[in-house]
């Protein structure tokens, strides 16, 4: 049988830097193939290249066993090639069927004029292929971001109507930011989907994969490392692949947890509450603890978290840290009482793009650095150079700019200009691993043990609740904005991820 | 199980939010209307109405093309040049005392054109050498007062031209012709942006860009029309100021460029691009026009008048975009 997409020996440099370094692999018909691989092995150049953005230095992409050749994504559309994108690629202020025919409308815009019965009608025959209910007339804007989700895979299957052959779906980290029920209805998707497209799945979560996957491909260093069938594997086998380095069991460092009952209370929440987002919300966090907040999107708890850090206004309810009650109006506030804020949307609120890792680092706390009001250039590029072999951010030198560092590192120079901070007592944790890999993430556990060990109290909003559940001292299930109940979770008997569903749903 | 109340509210409330502060410009010229028509019953007379619609004609042409651009989340600031240049272009090639061209409705499209001209220039400069809209438009604004005032010479053409004087001068149906070219423009305007790739797409960039680049959308084209559309609207303003005063003078479109801007982001159009719409401007324009209007009515010393409308529109954009002011973002 021949694939329906293989790739030999795909190679592709970057300044001298080599990203590709002969990858070889192939999708075979209505199979779904797992990717995996740490930051910086490759997989986003290899996507890159298979839709057409990046053109390889040497190689051959084949499609039905046919070379092509892509310069653009709309080559690869032809070819038959949709991805969802990781970040999502949706424009919010126009609506769902724009999008998904965006760039390559065909007849229903004819000479440059719209006819939006057509444009609608070809959207709601996508839209049907993955058995969606969303009208091809909404605004995108008004959609969940599980919704858009949707969109997103359907505007994939797009590709299917231009290039007249079955297509093949790329997913790129689709699951990084669902949860529970939306991850199941994405896992019946991804089933429907084989029927008619072969899938490549790229995931972190290393369950995900080997659960929807046929077979599993694992990229380290620009090069496939390992091949294996779903079936056969395990998460062991294919962490030794990927880190190359010894899977540890205690992936979460969970024996470094320390007890916290008799450590002082630094931080309550009192009766918070802000209209319409949650209420009452009443919790307390010692020093050196971990407090996940668990919930769904539109449990309030990000509203929560922006509202501790003074992102946003309360509208009644107190906060106290260490015994006195402090008011946020800005997070200008909140960065004086001692507080740090690790966001979700990186790109946008964590890293000051343009700006160079060791800029970045003291966005903080300038005053690590300095001859009274004057910068200190030398001693900040000393303190910069120490965090930057502390949490191994991989970047050429401190004077890189930070956009052209990868996701896992830029997180890390988020959480170095927090910890650079001589104050900082109270660290948010919103989503501080989305997007990582695995090794990237035990180097975010193994910091937030630190970090507690010197009596840090910590927040939590974690990516999924396996990573809430190991990491927390407490955990509270938030449901329809109030805590809807408050579990322990001491080192060695933690709560199961069922008992906490049952409560967010 | 008990749901909190709040979560109907949540659920609800966006919505009915985002219709109010849809609707919020459209209430707020309902409100001053109704407010300068208690003051003072002449507001509501016929002959004011009338005069309030053909103050609206040049600054709905303006802000009609101008729309398409801010839609980017571009600026043209060169409408006040380009007018100029379109008024002295239509005054020099219609029947004149200064040369002795004659050419008409033929006259009036060249200096229609000019302003696509110059349009075409905003949009070269900012997508082919990458220089911010601001800039650009702004260098070639000043370009067009420069050509004006060449072409000027000294002394203002006076247009000879009576049917080229009837546009900006003439009525039909007791309403005046300079409205219903405006109302064309807008109906135009309305028109692509609602149902060609100019206008969609002028949606999409302004909303994302990047994402429409990765679609394959040449960008770099539909800006470039955005532009056009601005300058072509400019240059017909400069044709119906022309037509209406029966001269070219570099400084007839003095003041027009405030009341286009503001009407446009009064309207709702939100100056980072991607959300609002022509129709949205042509309320702004009409509250602009009203507050004018009505602070003469009511008796507002005419010296305070600039002021007061700069702050009553700094008051209405507070209004209307308060709602944006909750998350943390940068205003730049």
Redesign the interface.
Known sequence: MTAVLEVKDLTKRFRGVVALDGVSFEVRPHEVVGLIGENGAGKSTLLKVLTG?YQPDAGVVLRNGEPVTFR???DA?RAGIGMVHQEQ??????SVA?NIL????GDA?RF???N?PKLNAVAQRQLDKIASAISPTTIVE?LSFAERQLVELAKAMYVEEGAQVEPVIILDEPTSVLEGAELETLFAQIDRLRQIASVIFVSHRLEEVLRVSDRVYVLKDGRSVGETDAASADIDLLHRLMVGRESSAQFYHEDEQLPVDEAPVKLQVKNLTR???F?DVSFDVRAGEVVGIAGVI?SGREELSRVLFG???STSGSIVVDGKPVKFA??VDAVSSGFGYIPAERRI?GIADGLSVAENIFLVAPQTAAWGPFRNPKKALEIAGAWIKRLRIRTPDERTNVGNLSGGNQQKVVLAKWLNSPELEVLILDHPTRGLDVGAKEDVYIFVREQCAKGMAVVLLADSLEETIALSHTILVMR???IERRFDAPAGSKPKPVDLVERMV | MTHPPTVDERRLSPRVRRLIADAGPLVALIVLIVVFAVANPVFVSPGNIGILLSQAAVPLVIATGLTFVILLGGIDLSIEGVVATSSLVFALTVANDRNDLALGLFGALLAVLAGSVFGLANGLANVKLGIPSFMATLGLGAVGIGIATVLFAGRSPRVLDSGMRMLGQGSTLGIANIFLIAVLVLVIGWFVQRFTRLGRYGYVIGGDEAVARLSGVRVGRYKIGAFVLGGTASGIAGVLLGSQLGVGMPTIGSGTMFTAITAVVLGGTLLTGGRGGVLRSFVGVLIIVVLANGLILIGVNPYAQVAVQGLVIIAAVVATGWRLRTRVRIIK
């Open positions: 953005i653009n994504s709309s559309a690629s949706l424009v919010t202020s126009v724009e965006l760039g390559a409308e815009v440059g004029f719209y939006w008004k209209a319409g987002q209420e539109g992102a946003e206004p800005s997070p609120e329809d904005g109030r």
